[in-house]
């Protein structure tokens, strides 16, 4: 059974909290610890700019001539 089929929209939020929770877990000193809290970095700063990422949009706005009345 393929999980992914199942999911809707993606939830920045919960992911953010469970990559917050991983990296309070990585108590450690070794150099390993210190790699992996800044691969979670690196993952947080990509969820938060996937999530304020603006959505595409089809829309194109055009400029409005101006008008004789001056509007």
């Given at each position: 059974m393929n999980m992914t089929q199942y999911i809707v929209a993606?939830?920045?939020?919960?992911?953010?909290?469970?990559?917050?929770?991983?990296?309070?877990?990585?108590?450690?000193?070794?150099?390993?610890?210190?790699?992996?809290?800044?691969?979670?970095?690196?993952?947080?700063?990509a969820v938060d700019s996937v999530e304020n990422a603006a959505p595409p949009s089809n829309i194109v706005i055009f400029r409005r001539r101006a008008t004789a009345g001056g509007e």
């Open positions: 993606s939830d920045y939020k919960r992911c953010r909290a469970f990559l917050k929770n991983a990296f309070l877990c990585v108590t450690g000193t070794q150099a390993d610890d210190e790699r992996l809290r800044k691969a979670i970095e690196l993952v947080l700063d």
